[in-house]
């Protein structure tokens, strides 16, 4: 007998349940996250004499983080759902998600290959509807980077000879917390640039894994530019800092409820092992000398990337300066992170960078720095986030990395002036400037010379830009704070390289640039 025909035999309210009995939704696997759903409506209409659609309402309620059993003025996040939906096939699905946000989440049909529902899928915020073309659909916030993609990253970045692997300790409920030590083994450690870099705190903050995962693509590449920095830095680094947070799908927090960002001035007894394990691995290293550089991963609700920059009255002039900088450099063409999208804030002791910062002072720069879920610059007609521009916005962050720690490369090489007329420049130290080093300089007169040189330079061509020296402010002109090409010099022979600028009365010299083509 036809199933349209039973219907129409049975009581109403059984062809309704009938219906419901189709869908199901769980979240019983890595990473997987949901409070709870209902089927709030479902109905079958025809579509045509000879079709018809079945049509389902789902409420999807995202799981809190347990109470922070710390910080227990602070409201649990929901951010994070991702759940599973089977007997979906050709029906059409209606979703409203609540306690948390659906701007053009993603869906999946296997769990590893995800695409973002389209903007005609999403018109209204927090309500998806689409037709499925398979029965199980996986629906995430954010492209998942689960605890496992981690584990097997690490194995592949281990095979190279000059990536170390160790386990550092684990977690409140036993996972594996590892750090990467990447630097050329044959040259040795001591006076070589140090750099820190952890991510995934928050576990709810997917992009911010795979723009970690990008750059440190970048940092273990087979490159001139990563062969150079390998070879006059010594990194660490710690993706995924919250193993439990990751593997159990929660948001903020850990396992237990508690935000492990914001414990790092309290005793022992007050946070979680996660933090301990990484405030011994930091002291370790820093008693042989302290880091140059800090980078903590996050990813934010805003529609832009940024850095929190900690402002000069919690700290000093000079170090917003160098924070600029960093920010500046990686902005990069700008298409990703761009001046208006920096964002503020006082430094605080109870975040990693405080910890730090009381430290250390200015001898590291400590920062975080955030990727977005949705599009950049606050532009939707713009590039979405994606795998693919993280990736870009990857490289833009090893080239900042590069350049703020001033590598003294074969392919990419900084050059600050190597001798003036002092009668004709003036020597410049202001703290509200971005600049490279100590000092920049101002030309006193009209067509005062400026020589940049290096003792050797592989023959060939290279692109020029030079520094524009703007304000360490909150925003800047578009030529400011930023590389500016001059045009291309033709090294004819390796050998030494010698280049000169001229500059009218006022204008300013800083560092150069060479890009070899
Ligand atoms: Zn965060």
């Known amino acids: 007998m036809p199933k349209t025909l039973i219907c129409m035999l049975l009581p109403t309210l059984f062809c309704s349940s009938f219906l419901f009995s189709q869908v199901r939704v769980s979240s019983e696997f890595e990473s997987g996250s949901l ?7 479902s109905s079958k209409v025809k579509i045509s004499d000879k079709d018809s659609l079945k049509i389902y309402s ?20 929901a951010r994070w759902y991702y759940f599973k939906m089977t007997g979906v096939k050709g029906k059409q699905i209606f979703l409203n998600i609540k306690n948390s ?11 590893i290959n995800f695409k973002r529902f389209d903007a005609s899928e999403n018109i209204n915020r927090n309500q998806v509807f689409k037709i499925f073309q398979k029965d199980t659909v996986y629906i995430s916030h954010y492209i998942p980077y689960t605890y496992s993609r981690n584990q097997s990253k690490i194995r592949e970045w281990a095979q190279k000879p000059f990536v170390k692997v160790e386990e550092i300790g684990k977690s409140q409920n036993g996972l594996a917390v590892d750090m990467l030590t990447i630097t050329d083994t044959s040259i040795p450690d001591k006076g070589k640039k140090r750099v820190w870099i952890h991510g995934r705190s928050h576990p709810s903050e997917q992009p911010a894994n795979w723009h970690l995962e990008a750059l440190i693509n970048n940092i273990v590449a087979d490159t001139p530019e990563a062969r150079d920095m390998r070879r006059e830095t010594v990194f660490y680094i710690v993706p995924m800092i919250n193993p439990d ?35 011994k691995k930091i002291s370790q290293l820093t008693a042989e000398a302290p880091f140059d550089l800090l980078l903590n991963m996050h990813s934010q609700i805003a529609n832009s990337a940024t850095y929190w920059i ?11 300066g160098k924070q600029i900088l960093l920010s500046s450099l990686t902005m990069g063409d700008r298409n990703y992170y761009a001046p208006g999208d920096q964002s503020f804030s006082d430094m605080g ?36 986030v994606s795998t693919e521009s993280l990736s870009a916005l990857g490289l833009n962050s090893f080239n900042a990395v590069y350049d703020f720690l001033k590598i003294d490369g074969n392919s990419r090489i900084i050059l600050e002036p190597a001798k003036f007329s002092k009668r004709r420049w003036e020597n410049i130290s202001d703290s509200s400037k971005v600049f490279f080093g100590d000092n920049f300089l101002k030309s006193k007169k009209e067509k005062s010379k400026i020589y940049f040189s290096k003792p050797y330079l592989e023959k060939g061509n290279y692109k020029l830009f030079v520094w524009f020296v703007g304000p360490a402010g909150t925003t800047f002109d578009e030529h400011e704070n930023r590389w500016i090409k001059a045009g291309i010099v033709n090294q004819k022979n ?5 280049w000169k600028g001229v500059a009218q009365s006022g204008e300013t010299a800083d560092a150069i640039l060479l890009i070899k083509e």
């Open 349 to 384: 002791s109870r975040y990693p960078e405080g910890w730090i910062w009381n430290q250390f002072g200015e001898k590291t720069v400590p920062i975080t720095f955030e990727t977005p879920y949705t599009f950049f610059t606050n532009n939707p007609a713009g590039e979405w």
């Open 58 to 77: 789902v409420n999807i309620f995202s799981r809190f983080d347990p109470l922070n059993p710390i910080d227990t003025a602070l409201a649990p996040s």
């Open 35 to 41: 409070g709870k759903y209902e089927i709030i409506d």
């Open 494 to 498: 390796s050998g030494k390289f010698k």
């Open 245 to 279: 947070g990751v593997a159990g799908g929660y948001s903020r927090s850990t396992s237990t409820g508690v935000n492990i960002e914001i414990n790092w001035d309290r005793p022992d007894s007050l946070t979680m092992p996660e933090v301990k394990l990484l405030k």
């Open 310 to 320: 900690h402002t000069a009255k919690s700290t000093s002039g000079r170090f917003l």
């Open 101 to 111: 946000e659906a701007i053009r989440p993603f869906y999946s049909y296997d769990g």
